[in-house]
C-alpha cells in the first residue's frame, strides 16, 4: 500500500508543479509530462505518449486536463486520473483566483504585462520543440502513412488555413481505415 501512496503523491506532485510553472496551455504541458514521466520516471513508453496526447487533442476540453486524465489512469488506474487531475486543475484555480482579487493591480502593472509579453516568446519556443520532437518520433517510425497524413495536416493547417476540426475528424477517420485495413488483412493472414 506504501508503494501507491507513493505513485499517487509523486503523480500529484508531478502534475501539481507542472501545471503550476508551465503557461500557454495544453501544447506546452504535454512536451513537459514526456520529460517528466516518459524520460525521467520512465513509467510509460514514448509510443504511449504520442497515442495519449492524440487522444487528450482529439477529445473535447482543455487538453492538458485531457491528457493528464488520460496519463494518470494509465499509470495508476481510475484513482491516478483523480489524483492528476486534481494536481493539474488546482494550480490554475489557485492562481486565478489570486489574479481575480487583485485584477486591476495586475491589468495595470507594466513590470506584469512586460513578463507576459516575454513569456509569449517563450511558449513559441515550446510549441516548436513539441512539433519538431514529435514530428520526429514520427518520422523514425518510417512508416510512409503518418508521415504522409502528418505533412497533409500540417499544409492544410498552416498553408489552406482549413479549420483543425475537420482535420482532426479526417485523421480519425484515416486512423480507423487503417486499423480496420490493417486487422482484416491480419485475420486473413492468420487463417492461411
Known sequence: MKNKKQVYLKLFTSTFYLSTFTFGGGFVIIPLMKKKFVDDLKWIEEEEMLNLTAIAQSSPGAVAVNASILLGY??????????????????????????????????????????????????????????????????????????????????????????VMYIILVCGVIGALRVVLIDSKKKVGDRR
Open 74 to 163: 494509465q499509470v495508476a488506474g481510475i484513482t491516478g486520473a483523480l489524483v492528476s487531475i486534481l494536481g493539474t486543475v488546482l494550480p490554475p484555480l489557485i492562481i486565478l483566483s489570486i489574479i481575480s482579487t487583485f485584477y486591476t493591480a495586475f491589468r495595470d502593472n507594466i513590470v506584469v504585462n512586460a513578463v507576459l509579453k516575454a513569456m509569449q516568446a517563450g511558449v513559441a519556443a515550446v510549441i516548436c520543440d513539441v512539433v519538431l520532437t514529435m514530428g520526429g518520433s514520427i518520422s523514425k517510425t518510417k512508416d510512409t502513412i503518418s508521415i504522409f497524413v502528418m505533412i497533409l495536416a500540417f499544409i492544410a493547417t498552416y498553408v489552406l488555413k482549413i479549420n
